[in-house]
């Protein structure tokens, strides 16, 4: 199978295409990887992506619509990573959020009908369900998103379901949990942790820290993904979930802890607008197709330190 990557140069698609290029993944033939390089999609994400004759890559943007035409007829499947992810930006401009995550969405859906692409795989968020403050979101709960983040991704969903819907276009959509690990953007909360600790500096916390995420190490949720492209059933939900639930507070105790550092270095700042309390998924589903996070929390969070302070201080 050739399959189209977008945003395969930022985090979880880098890695989503890694494990395919090593063989993880053997229903993958080829990969190509279409992406921005903005801020957070990264040609050093990448870097050893060229050595492999399977893979290529090319600079764009998936609103361009001329581009997708020229690439969509060229593969069998779409996995569409490519988004603006992060809430704070969504909450200081939202212009980005809607046209990447909605009207580029648009443009990929109607390349994969006109082209009649066997497999359309939106990849999408815990955050579509709103905040859950008892129990776990199923994949047929309904959506409430409170940012302008989570809401043009709810978007991007409905509108990825309606072409099943409307044209039998082979849809799965995935809703991940927090998800973590090397290479992460450090606006996010784990690596922006991480590297203020390596750096001396302290972390912040929104409010009074007891906001609650599961946490995915970020190769499980390239597992889970691949699982839906080569088993998920046509028209499907699939929530992808960690097991691993943490307040905000006791994820920067464990990093704390870990770097034998005192509770000295956190600081308490004003609260995000429309903070969601709590995310939590039910991933059962899932789980039929044989899907169950591998990664154990505390180590992942190692791998991923380990990372970081690589980075900062190469030898």
């Known amino acids: 199978m050739k399959i189209l990557v977008t945003g395969g140069a930022g985090f979880i698609g880098s890695h989503f295409v890694e494990r395919a290029l090593n063989g993880l993944y053997p229903e993958i033939s080829d990969v190509v990887v279409v992406d921005k390089l903005t801020y957070a999609g990264k040609m050093s ?55 990447t995550n909605i009207l580029g969405t648009a443009v990929l859906l109607n390349a994969a009908k006109n082209f009649k692409i ?38 991007a969903d409905m509108l990825a379901l309606s072409y099943f819907s409307t044209f039998g276009l082979n849809i799965n959509i995935t809703r991940c949990s927090n998800n973590y690990g090397p290479r992460q953007d450090a606006e996010k909360m784990i690596p922006k942790s991480i590297t203020n600790l390596l750096q001396n500096k302290k972390i912040p916390i929104y409010g009074d820290g007891l906001n609650v995420r599961d946490w995915l190490f970020v190769s499980d949720h390239c597992d889970g993904v691949n699982l839906v492209l080569t088993k998920g059933m046509p028209g499907e939900i699939y929530n992808i979930g960690g097991g691993d639930e943490l307040t905000n507070l006791e ?38 197709l044989g899907y169950s996070p591998k990664k154990q929390f505390q180590q992942g969070l190692t791998e991923t330190i380990s990372w970081y302070e690589s980075s900062l201080n190469p030898k």
């Open 251 to 288: 994820l920067v105790n464990e990093l704390l802890r870990v770097f034998g550092i005192s509770s000295e270095h956190i600081e308490f700042v004003e609260d995000r607008l429309g903070h969601d309390r709590r995310y939590s998924v039910d991933y059962s589903k899932i789980a039929n």
């Open 118 to 155: 066997r497999k359309f795989i939106q990849i999408s968020t815990d955050e579509v369900y709103g905040s859950v403050l008892k129990g776990s979101s199923k994949e047929d709960d309904l959506l409430l998103p409170n940012s302008p983040y989570s809401a043009s991704k709810a978007s």
């Open 45 to 99: 994400n990448m870097k050893n992506f060229f050595q492999y004759k399977n893979f290529h890559f090319v600079q764009g943007d998936i609103c361009d619509s001329s581009l997708i035409n020229e690439l969509v007829p060229t593969v069998d499947a779409v996995v569409n990573f490519a988004a603006e992810s992060h809430v704070d930006r969504s909450i200081q401009d939202s212009s980005e959020f809607i046209m």
